[in-house]
């Protein structure tokens, strides 16, 4: 049904197969659409996913990106926002990647998949 994937930390499917449940290296569990995992895993992120703050008290899963080897927010990653890109969560959770709950807009981003 589903191939194995090697990580050190589980990682569950819905029962439908259209989510994925990644848990983190603090315990929490992050939502993602199952067609967005496989891109992910096929672009070689790492599944090392975790926490990071901004400073400003706000969290948000992030992962080293493998080309550029800087920390890259995974929502960023999903929704492929570049320079001058936001990327904003609908409902306020930051644990919650599916693109049902992201929106990509123009504004002032701190960081992009280009380093």
């Known amino acids: ?12 499917f819905s029962k439908d197969g259209l989510k994925v449940f990644v848990t983190l290296n603090c315990g929490s569990s992050v939502t993602i659409d199952r067609d967005d995992f496989d891109r992910l895993v096929a672009e070689g992120l790492s599944l ?3 926490l990071s ?3 400003n008290g706000r969290n948000y899963v992030s992962v080293r990106h493998p080309r550029f080897g800087n920390t890259v927010p995974v929502a960023r990653h999903i929704m492929r926002a570049g320079r001058g890109q936001v990327v904003q969560y609908r409902s306020g959770d930051r644990l919650d990647l599916r693109k049902a709950n992201l929106t990509r807009s123009e504004g002032a981003a701190k960081r992009s998949l280009r380093g």
């Open 1 to 12: 049904m589903h191939n194995p994937i090697e990580t050190k930390r589980p990682i569950r």
């Open 48 to 50: 090392n996913w975790f």
């Open 53 to 55: 703050g901004n400073g």
